[in-house]
């Protein structure tokens, strides 16, 4: 069983920058792909990132392209998401979700994530 552990969460102003780490157990990160999801209150949940845990390919939405940076670190099963130049709409409850995946590749739909997280607050004040 896979499971996903989102940390790094808090309050920062906006321009600053957070890190949020997601850490896998149950397999090995290179037979994964982790996805990030964020839900601001009273909105849909979002997909902003992902990142296959074998080769490190990468996706973005357009909100936060050029902002946000998703990478991996296969010695600890970790994913990280460095967010810098946060905004106050970026605040929103951030997931990460793993799915087992022999694709080099990651997908953006939340319906293929099958391991969630139990989710971090990030509120950015302005």
């Known amino acids: 069983q896979v499971q996903v552990v989102e940390s790094g969460g808090g309050l920062v102003q906006a321009g600053g920058s957070l890190r949020l780490s997601c850490t896998a157990s149950g397999r090995t990160l290179e037979t994964l792909a982790i996805g990030w999801f964020r839900r601001a209150p009273e909105k849909e949940r979002e997909d902003i990132s992902c990142?296959?845990?074998?080769?490190?390919?990468?996706m973005y939405s357009d909100s936060v392209k050029g902002r946000f940076t998703v990478s991996r670190d296969t010695a600890k099963n970790t994913v990280y998401l460095q967010m810098n130049s946060l905004k106050p709409e970026d605040t929103a409850v951030y997931y990460c979700?793993?799915?087992?995946?022999?694709?080099?590749?990651?997908?953006?739909?939340?319906?293929?994530?099958?391991?969630w997280g139990q989710g971090t607050q990030v509120t950015v004040s302005s």
């Open positions: 990142i296959d845990g074998a080769d490190g390919s990468t």
């Open positions: 979700a793993a799915y087992y995946t022999i694709q080099k590749m990651c997908v953006m739909f939340s319906s293929v994530y099958d391991y």
